[in-house]
């Protein structure tokens, strides 16, 4: 299996490679058919692998169920990890800040107008 590569596909090219032994008289049982499959898997796999092998007869287990469960597996862990991504990703994002007081530059005002009782009072609220 291909890093990155969706279950499906390397399901495909798996029966392509199984088509092209037959071709040459190469038969395989079911068994060895499943357990290349399984052998064939990434090691983020490792936890279904290991849960097939430990439950199921590999030698009885039909292949076409083995894909069912790792179209399964793949699916409910993408979601998973769909989930985990945009959760890690909205904790790195910086909280979206107002503004509480939008300054604003009229031209009539500015400091120069103010009296000088009134910058008295700005240094003193400033200092408390």
């Keep these: 299996m291909k890093q990155d590569e969706p279950i499906v596909d390397m399901i495909a090219r798996f029966a392509d490679i199984i ?11 079911n068994g060895e058919l ?3 499959m399984l052998r064939s ?18 030698n009885t287990c039909p292949l076409e169920e ?10 409910n862990n993408v979601e ?3 989930k ?3 959760s890690k990703e ?5 909280p979206n800040r107002q503004i509480a007081l939008k300054s604003t530059n009229d031209e009539g005002s500015s400091n120069t107008n ?5 910058l008295e009072d700005l240094v003193l609220l400033i200092k408390k």
């Design 34 to 36: 499943v357990s290349k």
């Design 19 to 29: 088509n092209g032994f037959k071709g040459f008289d190469q038969k395989f049982t």
């Design 80 to 82: 998973t990890n769909e």
């Design 84 to 86: 985990t991504r945009r």
């Design 90 to 94: 909205e904790m790195k994002e910086p």
């Design 114 to 118: 103010m009296s000088d009782e009134e």
């Design 66 to 75: 083995l894909y069912g469960k790792l179209i399964t597996y793949e699916l």
């Design 41 to 58: 898997l990434l090691k983020d796999w490792n936890s279904l692998r290991m849960l097939i092998e430990n439950t199921k007869d590999v």
